[in-house]
Nanobody, 129 residues
């Protein structure tokens, strides 16, 4: 049983920065693939940034150069550092994880919601113009 808890959401003006954190009830997140997703009403859930158990990172084209995903294996947290925020970044942001030993997983799965087994409750990010 894995629990994920997001924090750090809030309201900022365009061009501002925000840092999201996901704390996991896992002995070590080193053996889990993890990622951040976001969703707005009427939209499909979108992969934002992913971090494989091997340490490779993937980003959606819309956030490349602005967002950075980092994992802290000591604190068992996954962080998303966001800068140069745009109104289009407004969404509910979710943390997700999957045990690398429990599922087949390929590079194409990193930003695919169906590849993940565990999800947090979400944290709202609102960017005003």
């Amino acid at each position: 049983r894995v629990q994920l808890m997001e924090s750090g959401g809030g309201s900022v003006q365009a061009g501002g920065s925000l840092r999201l954190s996901c704390r996991a009830s896992i002995d070590t997140i080193s053996t889990y693939h993890m990622a951040w997703f976001r969703q707005t009403p009427g939209e499909e859930r979108e992969g934002v940034a992913g971090s494989t158990a091997a340490g490779n990172s993937a980003y959606a084209d819309s956030v490349k150069g602005r967002f950075t995903i980092r994992r802290d294996t000591v604190e068992d947290t996954l962080n998303l550092e966001m800068s140069s925020l745009k109104p289009d970044d407004t969404a509910m942001y979710y943390c997700a994880a999957v045990d690398r030993e429990g599922r087949t997983f390929s590079w194409a799965d990193v930003l695919r919601p169906s590849a993940y087994d565990y999800w947090g409750q979400g944290t709202q990010v609102t960017v005003s113009s």
